[in-house]
């Protein structure tokens, strides 16, 4: 996932690429690699391996188990047909909204990160502070003060309201779009950060390379820089994609009930209904159409810098 | 006439990128409007009503009025700095051995790190509400911290992992030349030219664990070590104290200000470098 960050250099040096020879006196201590790995990949193994297996088996436990009278591992391969005949509108609906907010990301990032690295010139760094400055303010707040500019008497409505787009009874909060609007926001920044690091390494020169070959604008765009861009597309969508599928908190507060996703009942079924098995059984299904989907997007798309 | 419509077409590409910068401003804008906001009697805090605005100073001056706010920023302060301060340490041991060494387990290593970054928070969440419910480990600030670090690590390690690379190997080898020890070399040639990916690394653990919301819901229970994101999750049914938008206008400024001080200290840096050149 190197290509995710542009990094402060921007040197380009392929980061996967193992040293062409080791330093002289290291190669004969072989236990030195794996003394240095221990710590880390043992707090990986214990908190994210184990945890998932372990969310695995609570997904085959007895459904009719309780908090109190503890679950009994009853091998139930049924939850998962119980989670999705329950829920599998929460869960279509999110991968498509996650479909969505991917591609409008693309589409708004993709202008944004070619002025940020070709026509940026000296504001180029400023106005790469400018793509990380939400961060600088809570996910949460952020997400709130959405909710505020498109309530119903907030000024976006009133406005759409005036030219007749809405009804008089019309809204925008507990709407598909809101919901959809919440998530472009909250995960552009991951689609520009990733393109604009592949577009910064774009050579210019290929660019007055094909006008010379007499490539109109559009023809060099679509020949030269989208394909050489391609890592950062490749990139940009894993990182909107995988949380914006999970995501619960902008389905939460700008959705309604029927834009629910399939965060909120993972949300609630843990922590409100405690129906451990069916959560954990929804859980263990959302991560691996998720790893599925990663898997053979990035085969097709055919990048290895992501990793 | 001409001459605007050539500037346009030579143009249009930044002012769209500007335009879109400005759309990335628009809730952050809202917050700091509204931080000055008094809110009304059939108002709450999150509603933008432009005839409904009344200007005061209190949630600036008597940001600690709203009960447990600051109690939760102080908390998400000490989980922060303590994941961040774990995470970046184990998180570079790992890049150092990645990228300087070549073992067997390598292409297994890296699928474990890259694992944590492709999975939803949602399903990190339930999976370690699961295992410390198991385990029956206590929900509070051990579960968080454990949590924070197990998603910062990754991350820090991309980071570390794209600053090292960059490094020439043979330094170290020109240093050990220089009868360095392999000890001095790294403390004294390495370390200080990977410090940056270092602290970009910290930086970024930092804001990560800061604004965790997803996962720090599960694994917080009914503990009451409610981190700053949580109070906000909490305050929902009550109302939304107006003082939060006071602090996270301060987050943002404040933030917003080290890193534009710090871009003013490369650029002058770097056109000092220029003119002694």
Same mark, same amino acid.
């Given at each position: 996932?190197a290509?995710?960050l542009?990094t402060a250099g921007?040197t380009?040096?392929?980061v996967?690429?193992?040293?062409?020879?080791?330093?002289?006196?290291?190669?004969?201590?072989?236990? @030195?690699?794996?003394? =240095? #790995? %221990?710590?880390? *990949?043992?707090?990986? /193994? +214990?908190?994210?391996?184990?945890?998932?297996?372990? $969310?695995?088996?609570?997904?085959?436990?007895?459904?009719?188990?309780?908090?109190?009278?503890?679950?009994?591992?009853?091998?139930?391969?049924?939850?998962?047909?119980?989670?999705?005949?329950?829920?599998?509108?929460?869960?279509?609906?999110?991968?498509?909204?996650?479909?969505?907010?991917? @591609?409008?990301?693309? =589409? #708004? %990032?993709?202008? *944004?990160?070619?002025? /940020? +690295?070709?026509?940026?010139?000296?504001?180029?760094? $400023?106005?790469?502070?400018?793509?990380?400055?939400?961060?600088?303010?809570?996910?949460?707040?952020?997400?709130?003060?959405?909710?505020?500019?498109?309530?119903?008497?907030?000024?976006?409505?009133?406005?759409?309201?005036?030219?007749?787009?809405?009804?008089?009874?019309?809204?925008?909060?507990?709407?598909?779009?809101?919901?959809?609007?919440? *998530?472009?926001?909250?995960?552009?920044?991951?689609?520009?950060?990733?393109?604009?690091?592949?577009?910064?390494?774009?050579?210019?020169?290929?660019?007055?390379?094909?006008?010379?070959?007499?490539?109109?604008?559009?023809?060099?765009?679509?020949?030269?820089?989208?394909?050489?861009?391609?890592?950062?597309?490749?990139?940009?969508?894993?990182?909107?994609?995988?949380?914006?599928?999970?995501?619960?908190?902008?389905?939460?507060? *700008?959705?309604?009930?029927?834009?629910?996703?399939?965060?909120?009942?993972?949300?609630?079924?843990?922590?409100?209904?405690?129906?451990?098995?069916?959560?954990?059984?929804?859980?263990?299904?959302?991560?691996?159409?998720?790893?599925?989907?990663?898997?053979?997007?990035?085969?097709?798309?055919?990048?290895?810098?992501?990793? | 006439?001409?001459?605007?419509?050539?500037?346009?077409?030579?143009?249009?590409?930044?002012?769209?990128?500007?335009?879109?910068?400005?759309?990335?401003?628009?809730?952050?804008?809202?917050?700091?409007?509204?931080?000055?906001?008094?809110?009304?009697?059939?108002?709450?805090?999150?509603?933008?009503?432009?005839?409904?605005?009344?200007?005061?100073?209190?949630?600036?001056?008597?940001?600690?009025?709203?009960?447990?706010?600051?109690?939760?920023?102080?908390?998400?302060?000490?989980?922060?700095?303590?994941?961040?301060?774990?995470?970046t340490?184990?998180g570079t041991?790992?890049s150092f051995?990645?990228v300087?060494?070549?073992?067997?387990?390598?292409?297994?290593?890296?699928?474990?790190?890259?694992?944590?970054?492709?999975?939803?928070?949602?399903?990190?969440?339930?999976?370690?509400?699961?295992?410390?419910?198991?385990?029956?480990?206590?929900?509070?600030?051990?579960?968080?911290?454990?949590?924070?670090?197990?998603?910062?690590?990754?991350f820090v390690v991309v980071t570390v992992k794209a600053r090292l690379a960059g490094l020439?190997?043979?330094?170290?080898?020109?240093?050990?030349?220089?009868?360095?020890?392999?000890?001095?070399?790294?403390?004294?040639?390495i370390l200080p030219l990977v410090m940056p990916g270092i602290m970009a690394a910290a930086l970024l653990?930092?804001?990560?664990?800061?604004?965790?919301?997803?996962?720090?819901?599960?694994?917080?229970?009914?503990?009451?070590?409610?981190?700053?994101?949580?109070?906000?999750?909490?305050?929902?049914?009550?109302?939304?104290?107006?003082?939060?938008?006071?602090?996270?206008?301060?987050?943002?400024?404040?933030?917003?200000?080290?890193?534009?001080?710090?871009?003013?200290?490369?650029?002058?840096?770097?056109?000092?470098?220029?003119?002694?050149?």
């Amino acid at each position: 996932m190197a290509a995710l960050l542009p990094t402060a250099g921007g040197t380009g040096a392929p980061v996967d690429a193992p040293p062409a020879s080791p330093p002289a006196g290291m190669r004969a201590r072989r236990w @030195v690699p794996y003394a =240095l #790995l %221990a710590p880390g *990949l043992l707090w990986l /193994i +214990a908190f994210f391996i184990v945890p998932v297996w372990q $969310l695995f088996a609570a997904s085959l436990w007895d459904p009719n188990g309780s908090v109190e009278t503890g679950y009994a591992m009853t091998w139930s391969w049924s939850n998962y047909a119980t989670a999705w005949d329950m829920f599998h509108v929460q869960f279509l609906r999110s991968l498509w909204y996650a479909l969505i907010t991917t @591609v409008v990301c693309v =589409l #708004l %990032a993709y202008p *944004l990160a070619y002025a /940020i +690295a070709v026509k940026g010139g000296r504001w180029k760094n $400023l106005m790469l502070v400018g793509v990380i400055a939400p961060f600088f303010t809570s996910y949460l707040v952020r997400t709130y003060s959405w909710k505020a500019i498109l309530a119903d008497t907030g000024p976006v409505v009133e406005f759409l309201k005036w030219i007749h787009v809405l009804g008089p009874d019309g809204r925008l909060l507990a709407t598909e779009f809101a919901v959809i609007a919440g *998530l472009v926001y909250n995960f552009l920044p991951f689609m520009v950060l990733p393109l604009y690091a592949s577009l910064e390494k774009l050579d210019v020169r290929l660019l007055e390379a094909a006008r010379d070959l007499y490539h109109g604008p559009v023809r060099s765009f679509l020949r030269v820089t989208l394909p050489l861009s391609m890592p950062g597309v490749v990139a940009g969508t894993l990182l909107c994609f995988i949380p914006a599928t999970g995501d619960y908190v902008n389905a939460q507060l *700008l959705g309604g009930p029927n834009t629910q996703m399939i965060g909120s009942v993972i949300q609630s079924r843990f922590l409100v209904v405690n129906d451990y098995p069916i959560a954990s059984a929804l859980s263990v299904m959302l991560m691996a159409t998720i790893l599925v989907l990663v898997t053979i997007y990035v085969s097709t798309a055919g990048t290895e810098e992501v990793v | 006439m001409r001459s605007l419509w050539r500037w346009f077409a030579e143009k249009w590409v930044f002012l769209l990128g500007l335009m879109l910068l400005g759309y990335l401003f628009v809730p952050i804008a809202v917050v700091l409007l509204l931080s000055f906001n008094q809110p009304g009697s059939r108002n709450t805090t999150y509603v933008l009503d432009f005839n409904d605005l009344h200007f005061t100073m209190d949630n600036w001056t008597n940001m600690c009025g709203a009960a447990g706010l600051c109690d939760s920023l102080q908390r998400s302060i000490i989980i922060g700095f303590c994941a961040t301060v774990l995470s970046t340490i184990l998180g570079t041991l790992i890049s150092f051995a990645l990228v300087r060494y070549r073992f067997i387990g390598r292409g297994a290593t890296n699928t474990l790190i890259f694992l944590p970054m492709a999975t939803p928070e949602i399903v990190m969440g339930t999976s370690l509400l699961t295992l410390f419910i198991g385990a029956k480990l206590p929900l509070g600030f051990l579960t968080i911290l454990i949590a924070h670090v197990m998603f910062c690590i990754s991350f820090v390690v991309v980071t570390v992992k794209a600053r090292l690379a960059g490094l020439d190997p043979r330094l170290q080898e020109a240093a050990m030349d220089l009868y360095a020890t392999p000890w001095q070399a790294f403390r004294l040639v390495i370390l200080p030219l990977v410090m940056p990916g270092i602290m970009a690394a910290a930086l970024l653990a930092f804001s990560l664990s800061f604004d965790d919301f997803i996962i720090t819901n599960f694994v917080t229970g009914t503990s009451g070590y409610d981190t700053f994101p949580m109070f906000i999750w909490g305050s929902n049914l009550r109302g939304i104290p107006p003082q939060v938008n006071a602090v996270a206008s301060a987050m943002f400024l404040i933030s917003f200000a080290f890193v534009i001080a710090g871009q003013l200290r490369t650029r002058r840096r770097s056109a000092r470098r220029a003119a002694t050149s």
